[in-house]
């Protein structure tokens, strides 16, 4: 691989699902030293940053058609297990690697690179973050990834409570670091169509965002799917779309155990309703309103000014993710909808989650990008990774946590870990497919059997 040069430097990212490979490579080429906003697109060019990819061999490791998209381009894109991705870490040489991975696979990646650069004189900037919105496990999220030079966090909120927790602690919070959501951005939303005018004409539409782990169960989520339906049906001039993450039988960031995709098929939908996949960006273009319980993609939304809804259908609650938005002026229930209300944001809540629909976008990553700088300037270079968490620290917890990696209490690879030097072979394939369906089988219709009997 050809080393790094002042105008395209080498970034490695670690991905461990499709949303994370998304949110990984979106923010090296943001954070990219040296780089603009103007030079950071979101397929990458000969201008970006050199950029390998690593997904890490799981139950959700992104699909080709989920990679595409996601509309990222990367030098080069495999699949690794942590012992072959810190192997490679030892071999090659990179100005940044970006770790977009739950937080017990980057206190794992943490331990275990800090174990094979312990005798080198020179290694990456470690960055890490959040996928999206934080509302959840903040102080073990964030203390598994401690140790990072760089904790992202997507907002002046989020940083705000990030340094509080690592205070709170006694850790070094000088890591947390401000930008924005690596994923915002599209043209402003225009307005609705002018019904009259011939040239350019598409009907109004409304775009639902579903979510595979929330809510979790069947009775929620066809209560869900079946307003939606209502709505098509009581406005056949619209177009109704339900906007989903995945196919049947891949896998996301979280585990859907009830595809709204099976939901539908004992349904009578009207014409106007339409199942989607596809980039969400793409999808905004041609959104009216957005509607759902608690996305992420609320907040691409929302950066482009287009009206959003965060259903109050089943409560506003933690376990939904949409107590978040609470204060955002966008909370309505399908009701309140299909009575005609549209929200108007409160502007104050949206500034402070780093959703800039000011045009303030173009700088939100500088500071992450001279800090690195900075970093890579630095005489003598890096100190070694000092996560929070030791085997003196939390000797009841990291070791399990490093155990799931196939990595010792000491970041060192344990007997029998999986590991290869080739591409897995076509008996490989052949088992590791099946082996993906019969979890997938398992989540999606044993584990769900099983509960409902534990419930008799």
């Known amino acids: 691989m050809p080393a790094s040069t002042p105008n ?15 949110w990984g490579a979106l ?21 970006g940053p050199a950029l390998d990819g690593f997904l890490l061999r799981g139950r959700a490791t992104p699909t080709p058609r989920q990679l595409e998209e996601v509309g990222v381009r990367a030098d080069s894109l495999r699949e690794v297990t942590a012992v072959e ?84 602690v006694g850790a070094d919070a000088s890591s947390v670091t401000e930008v924005a959501l690596p994923f915002l951005g599209g043209a402003p939303y225009e307005g609705e169509r002018d019904p ?34 209502q709505h098509a049906r009581r406005h056949p001039e619209r177009e109704v779309l339900l906007k989903l993450r995945s196919r049947p039988g891949e896998h996301t960031t ?40 608690s996305s992420t993609a609320a907040l691409e939304s929302l950066h482009r000014r287009i009206p959003t809804v965060v259903l109050t259908d089943l409560g506003v609650r933690e376990a939904l993710g949409n107590h978040h938005f609470v204060g955002s002026g966008c909370l309505a229930s399908w009701d309140q909808l299909d009575a005609g209300h549209r929200p108007a944001p409160d502007e104050e809540w949206v500034a402070r989650q780093g959703v800039v629909a000011d045009g303030s976008y173009e ?16 005489p003598g270079g890096l100190p070694p990774l000092t996560p929070y968490y030791t085997p003196v620290t939390a000797p009841g917890y990291l070791p399990g946590i490093l155990a799931r990696h196939h990595l010792g209490p000491d970041g060192t690879p344990l007997p029998g870990a999986p590991a290869a030097d080739r591409e897995p072979g076509p008996v490989r394939q052949i088992v590791r497919r099946a082996a993906r369906g019969a979890y997938r089988h398992g989540v999606q219709r044993v584990a769900p059997v099983i509960r409902r009997m534990g419930e008799l």
């Open 8 to 22: 395209r430097p080498r970034i490695a990212v670690l991905a461990d699902s499709d949303t994370r490979w998304k």
């Open 27 to 47: 923010t090296a080429h943001r954070i990219a030293p040296g780089q603009s906003m103007e030079t950071a697109p979101r397929e990458a060019a000969q201008v």
């Open 85 to 168: 991705f810190l192997r490679t870490m030892a071999e090659e040489s990179y100005d940044v690697l970006v770790l977009a991975l739950v937080g017990g696979g980057v206190q794992a990646m943490l331990h275990g690179l800090a174990r094979v650069w312990q005798n080198r004189t020179s290694r990456p900037v470690v960055v890490t973050g959040y996928v999206g919105v934080v509302y959840e496990k903040l102080a073990d999220g964030l203390l598994l990834r401690h140790g990072a030079d760089l904790v992202l966090a997507n907002s002046r909120q989020d940083a705000d409570r990030f340094r509080a927790v690592y205070e709170g």
């Open 196 to 229: 009259s005018a011939k040239q350019g004409r598409r009907p109004y539409t409304v775009v639902f965002a579903a979510q595979p782990s929330v809510p979790e169960s069947r009775k929620d989520r066809t209560y869900l799917l079946n307003r939606l339906v």
């Open 254 to 293: 979280h585990i859907e155990e009830l595809p709204y995709q099976k939901l539908a098929q004992r349904l009578d939908p009207p014409a106007n309703f339409r199942l989607v996949y596809g980039n969400m960006g793409e999808v905004l273009d041609r959104t009216d309103l957005l509607v759902t319980v």
């Open 363 to 378: 700088s939100a990553f500088d500071a992450a990008r001279e800090r690195i700088a900075k970093l890579l300037d630095r």
